[in-house]
């Protein structure tokens, strides 16, 4: 794949990237024969959901997003701050609380539902940015930026009840490569821990099932400025698979 794409499977599993296992057993040449449908319209707010742009709404909608977590979740959070010019900035490289969630109408009641062969239809980088200026109380929200869109190459997820692998050939190749091999384990229906022997060092993902039967994977993470009693702004960057099931 890209190096971009490399980067995000290196920060959701926290390890090396296994290379180089063909994938025939699966039969993923014959599935990616089939064309996919370039009909289907994926906005870049496609089952996003962000606070209300006014005050206090701004704040209450996005406290609702804490009753979400869980203990397990929680340990697995890490950020890096700095000071420069009055502002301080904080990143999360893996973050559980954008400001910018996937919808909790996509919220998988049954795990079972993941259970299959999936075909990647998206994969692209997302950049989602609200301020606010504090002496007026003032939201401002950017327009979505679409940062990389690598829809273009196959892969296909296989889940089972305990192990998701992501297989994919990057356009101009011959071959799918098994790219991902980690257990998973779902939490309070809404993410998906990755991780190859402790929990709280893997990596998270919010997902979920539409409405249509896609399965919506997001990796997100966050960027925060905040310069005191002036404003804050928060950068989401989510890394986002869309996926139909084909077994």
């Given at each position: 794949?890209?190096?971009?794409?490399?980067?995000?499977?290196?920060?959701?599993l926290l390890t090396a990237i296994t290379i180089g296992a063909?994938?025939?057993?699966?039969?993923?040449?014959?599935?990616?024969?089939?064309?996919?449908?370039?009909?289907?319209?994926?906005?870049?707010?496609?089952?996003?959901?962000?606070?209300?742009?006014?005050?206090?709404s701004w704040d209450d909608d996005f406290?609702?997003?804490?009753?979400?977590?869980?203990?397990?979740?929680?340990?697995?959070?890490?950020?890096?701050?700095?000071?420069?010019?009055?502002?301080?900035?904080?990143?999360?490289?893996?973050?559980?609380?954008?400001?910018?969630?996937?919808?909790?109408?996509?919220?998988?009641?049954?795990?079972?539902?993941?259970?299959?062969?999936?075909?990647?239809?998206?994969?692209?980088?997302?950049?989602?940015?609200?301020?606010?200026?504090?002496?007026?109380?003032?939201?401002?929200?950017?327009?979505?930026?679409?940062?990389?869109?690598?829809?273009?190459?196959?892969?296909?997820?296989?889940?089972?009840?305990?192990?998701?692998?992501?297989?994919?050939?990057?356009?101009?190749?011959?071959?799918?490569?098994?790219?991902?091999?980690?257990?998973?384990?779902?939490?309070?229906?809404?993410?998906?821990?990755?991780?190859?022997?402790?929990?709280?060092?893997?990596?998270?993902?919010?997902?979920?099932?539409?409405?249509?039967?896609?399965?919506?994977?997001?990796?997100?993470?966050?960027?925060?400025?905040?310069?005191?009693?002036?404003?804050?702004?928060?950068?989401?960057?989510?890394?986002?698979?869309?996926?139909?099931?084909?077994?």
């Amino acid at each position: 794949m890209t190096k971009h794409f490399i980067q995000f499977l290196s920060a959701l599993l926290l390890t090396a990237i296994t290379i180089g296992a063909t994938a025939q057993d699966n039969n993923f040449e014959q599935l990616s024969k089939t064309p996919k449908d370039t009909t289907i319209n994926f906005p870049s707010d496609y089952k996003i959901s962000r606070p209300r742009l006014q005050f206090p709404s701004w704040d209450d909608d996005f406290d609702i997003y804490y009753s979400f977590l869980t203990p397990a979740i929680r340990k697995t959070q890490a950020a890096m701050s700095y000071k420069q010019n009055g502002v301080t900035t904080t990143v999360t490289l893996n973050s559980i609380i954008p400001h910018a969630q996937l919808d909790t109408a996509t919220i998988v009641n049954d795990p079972h539902q993941l259970i299959g062969t999936w075909r990647m239809l998206k994969f692209r980088s997302i950049r989602y940015n609200d301020s606010v200026y504090l002496p007026t109380k003032k939201y401002y929200r950017l327009a979505d930026i679409i940062l990389a869109d690598k829809s273009h190459d196959e892969a296909f997820a296989v889940i089972t009840d305990d192990n998701f692998k992501l297989y994919v050939k990057e356009t101009g190749k011959t071959n799918f490569k098994k790219m991902m091999s980690a257990k998973y384990k779902i939490e309070n229906r809404r993410f998906m821990m990755m991780y190859k022997l402790m929990k709280a060092s893997g990596g998270v993902s919010q997902f979920g099932i539409d409405e249509k039967g896609y399965l919506i994977i997001n990796y997100p993470s966050v960027i925060e400025n905040v310069k005191k009693d002036e404003y804050f702004s928060y950068y989401a960057v989510i890394e986002q698979y869309i996926f139909e099931r084909v077994k």
